[in-house]
């Protein structure tokens, strides 16, 4: 039976682009359709106990073009919809357009206790950067950070919430290290404000640390894409 999935909103169509192109060996499908009577571009890139996680932006109308292309350009990344690939030195999700999706597809899930991550705070952006390279080396895929703002309901500690100013943002990512599904985990680090650069640059052989780009393309280096969310992370209790 057909789980209502999770839709999580992303800030901008850079941030969809970077998360289904950048670093990635083959760049991953989008699908174009109505929800919430809003015309999005979407993909569902991770689950959680067997619900679906879809990242998406909503659009003026339901894309007519065939291509999201992307590509960095003197630091500035470009993205653009196409009807082609012409331009060699850029990257394209296919859009595949969905004309009738269950009804069951476009009903959100609602997010109870079981459903959200916990939490796993981290010292410094150097044992973030270790963490995610070296799985992303076991895995061999590429597993994206997110950026988002910190509310009160991504803290179930009252101490936690004391200690909260506007402004904080959390960045991070969900692995399980076991391999289990008993317990979701999100690991993280506290920003006190948001990130303007694509990706953080890290130095496997040097524990230094890492720093923020918009080019990862410097050699000796492990890039980890950074994605921002529109709104608080939903499944992160911090």
Known sequence: MLKSPIYI??????DLSRLVCSLERVPIPIFTYSF????????????????????????????KHEFLSYKINKNVEEVTLV???RDTSANYSPIIKIASPPEQFIKPSRIGTALRYTGMGLQDLLSL????????IYEENTIPLFLFPLSSKNSTSEVKKEKMHFGTYLLGTALNMLDSTDVNYFYYVNLDK????????????????????????EHGFVYLKIIQMAEPHPLVEA
């Open 9 to 14: 909103r992303l800030k901008t169509i850079n």
């Open 36 to 63: 919430k009577n809003k015309a999005i571009l979407a993909s569902p890139m991770d689950s959680v106990s067997g619900r679906s996680i879809i990242y998406y932006v909503e659009i003026s109308d339901i894309c």
């Open 83 to 85: 009807n082609d690939m």
């Open 129 to 136: 950067s270790k963490l995610v390279a070296y799985r992303t």
């Open 194 to 217: 948001p990130i303007t650069n694509y990706y953080l640059k890290f130095n496997m052989q040097k524990s230094i640390e890492p720093t923020f780009s918009n080019h990862p393309d």
